[in-house]
């Protein structure tokens, strides 16, 4: 039988504890738990459990990363808007700063030490739906540059220095853009068509608008800094999901088909593929954060109309794996 040593030149490595990051190919054995095991990487995307929020809420918006994110606003269950923020760290919740204006169904963008959050449906705005913008340091929440119009249930991406935001309900149904350079908004290329509780992913200059109502659409749109274009078409129509990612590589998650869904689907640039793993919770109106193959999802409502607490990881193909090797 040939020896590992004599195919590859090298001795296996005995540690106590895997390695942190092991490559794809490294191989080494496991002392403590007395198992062979070697670097991978996975070949179908997988939803994990996280930690449970403090406060389940709908219409909430998310940022940052699946290690470092931010909850922010939403709607109680029973009750009126939230001005709370929650920060995550990859496996628990934190209160963070309170929003100066309590609101739900407000945009988000940025990371959790520099965040951005806009519009959404207040209690007492000055009009029909919020034009306030806030700005996040981590630690606090002040105020930024104002919308031009006041808006709702609309997509954003970007970062707290250079921002989009796009469609969304005035009241009417809108296609409106407006692009934020860290102290001010001004108007960007309209959406081909209005429309309303869409997802968004990617930068000021590479945004993607993402599915969205009035009717439910499974349309996408590229943004490219001034004009939309058509993009790929998701494979289930839906409103109200979460998203993540860059304009070339994005995933969308849950939604309102309606009923709630917790079907997944990855963007490439050119098309989805729909994932054949779904959320463990089917759920709409809920937070999302991270990128295309680290991704969180947040809160929401469930089909029988709960709020729910609950975090789903996503892990997505082609992510480092650690693999047990077994005599076959």
């Known amino acids: 039988m040939a020896e590992y040593i004599n195919i590859k030149g090298q001795n296996i490595e005995v540690v106590a504890s895997d390695p942190a990051n092991p490559t794809l190919g490294q191989i080494w054995y496991n002392s403590t738990s007395n198992t062979l095991k070697g670097g991978g990487v996975t070949t179908v995307g997988a939803w994990a459990t996280g930690g449970n929020m403090a406060t389940g809420r709908a219409n909430i918006a998310g940022t940052g990363t699946q290690t470092a994110a931010l909850a922010i606003g939403g709607y109680l269950s029973g009750g009126p808007q939230t001005n709370s923020t929650e920060e995550y760290d990859g496996s628990a ?33 000055p009009g029909p739906n919020s034009n306030s913008t806030e700005e996040y340091d981590g630690a606090a929440w002040t105020a930024g540059g104002n919308l031009g119009t006041g808006v709702a249930y609309h997509g954003g991406c970007g970062i707290q220095t250079a921002a989009l935001s796009f469609g969304g309900y005035g009241p009417p ?29 990617g930068t000021q200059t590479a945004g993607l608008a993402i599915g969205g109502n009035s009717p439910v659409t499974n349309t996408t749109e590229e943004y490219d800094g001034s004009a939309w274009t058509a993009g790929g078409t998701l494979n289930t129509a839906r409103h109200s999901m979460g998203a993540a990612g860059i304009q070339t590589a994005a995933l969308a998650f849950g939604g309102a ?60 193909p082609g992510s480092p794996l650690t693999v047990t090797i077994t005599a076959s």
């Open 173 to 201: 149904t809108v296609s409106a853009t407006e692009e934020y350079d860290g102290a001010a908004w001004t108007a960007g290329g309209s959406l081909p068509a209005a429309k309303e509780a869409v997802a968004g992913a």
């Open 93 to 125: 919740w934190t209160s963070g700063g309170n929003l100066s204006l309590a609101r739900n169904a407000l945009a988000a963008a940025g990371t959790q030490t520099v965040g951005l959050a806009w519009g959404g449906d207040a209690p007492n705005p």
């Open 257 to 316: 088909v309606p009923p709630q869904t917790g079907a997944t689907e990855e963007y490439d640039g050119t098309s989805w593929t729909t994932s054949p793993v779904s959320m463990s919770t089917a759920r709409s109106t809920l937070g999302g954060a991270g990128t295309q193959p680290l991704a969180l999802a947040f809160s929401g409502v469930t089909p029988p109309g709960a709020y729910v607490t609950s975090t789903e990881e996503w892990t997505g």
